[in-house]
């Protein structure tokens, strides 16, 4: 299991929630073409996080999460866009693996 943080560039922005169906999509056809189990997940204005369960020895999250940014970049409004310019999300993630029930607490 692994935890994200995921964010947007602009940390004043509320893309994540005025585009939520979007975002349910983007990350869906993920889960179909990559395979990997949301076991939660909470999404904020700005940034999301989420535990997933990938397949057994398949650690490649960075592919699953590029493919989510990039749908949802891809087919978000334009006027949408034209508000939060070019880069929507913030490079990268914040990932941490979950090997135990300790590791639940931070």
Do not use: Y
Not at 46 to 65: C, G, K, V
Not at 86 to 105: P, Q, Y
């Amino acid at each position: 299991m692994h935890f994200f943080t995921v964010r947007l560039c602009d940390p004043t922005s509320d893309l994540l929630i005025r585009h939520i169906d979007l975002l349910r999509l983007s990350v869906r056809l993920s889960q179909l073409k990559h395979g990997f189990t949301i076991l939660d997940a909470v999404i904020l204005p700005d940034r999301l996080h989420m535990i997933w369960a990938l397949p057994p020895q398949d650690n490649d999250f960075s592919l699953r999460w590029q493919a989510v940014k990039s749908t949802f970049a891809r087919h978000i409004p334009k006027e949408s866009l034209a508000m939060v310019g070019n880069a929507i999300w913030k490079r990268g993630s914040w990932e941490r693996a979950i090997l135990s029930f300790d590791d639940l607490v931070f």
